[in-house]
């Protein structure tokens, strides 16, 4: 079955975002077998991260709220709120998928230069 974990950031978090991707990311990648899509959720100039968004493929509430549990962004405070919500697949439209890279290790979305500091 499939859970959204939909995750919204406490204000001013960049920086412990930006602290902890590395860490982050490595467990994503420990935790494929469960995530059919994740990302960040970006305020509208698309660089500000205010959130992120799981779609795991689990077998139950338990093992969606064990990912989270584990997930670094999650135990270093950067979630104000967190909603698992069950859901089912409706349309699917792998084709629409637009090409984006991942975000720099390390940036400072205020800065006017997001992505000059890549690590």
Known sequence: ????????????????????????????NTQLHRIFFSGPLLADDGILQIGSLFILSVDGRAEAQDFLDHEPYSNAGIFASVKIIRMRKGRFQPGNLCEEQEAPLSFNPFDGKAGSKSQ
Do not use: I
Request: glycine letters at 0%; one cysteine or more.
């Open 1 to 28: 079955m499939h859970f959204a974990v939909y995750c919204t950031d406490n204000e001013n978090t960049f920086e412990l975002r930006n602290k902890h991707r590395v860490e982050h990311r490595e467990y994503l």
